[in-house]
């Protein structure tokens, strides 16, 4: 299995962004994906997450009303959306997926089990 993340790059303070993550090896229609970040010197924290038929979507609180998480079950890929982005955004983003069919979606990345390498997004001010 492999995700191919793309996307990222460098931006102004309110432009916007839309990363993108295809997975290859199998098919993931029935499992949750989700966009995680690391900022330098920072832990890595989730940023969205969406269920397997995008019935049930949830946003890290900073940027709720500015991101989008969105799939595509025949094209075996995820996007984010980033809109009104602030410097406070840049980081490396990461898509991952969960490897279990489930219904829901979670916000820990103990539940994600294939990772992508990771895009970076820049936003200056």
């Known amino acids: 299995v492999q995700l191919q993340a793309s996307g990222g790059g460098l931006v102004q303070a309110g432009g916007s962004l839309r990363l993108s993550c295809a997975a290859s090896?199998?098919?993931?229609?029935?499992?949750?994906m989700a966009w995680f970040r690391q900022a330098p010197g920072k832990e890595r924290e989730f940023v969205a997450s969406i269920n397997w038929n995008s019935a049930i979507t949830t946003y890290e609180e900073s940027v709720k009303g500015r991101f989008t998480i969105s799939r595509d079950n025949a094209k075996n890929t995820v996007y984010l959306q980033m809109n009104n982005l602030k410097p406070e955004d840049t980081a490396v983003y990461y898509c991952a997926i969960n490897g279990r069919n489930s219904y829901g979606t979670s916000r820990s990345e103990i539940n994600y089990d294939y990772w992508g390498q990771g895009t970076q997004v820049t936003v200056s001010s």
């Open positions: 090896g199998r098919t993931f229609s029935m499992n949750a």
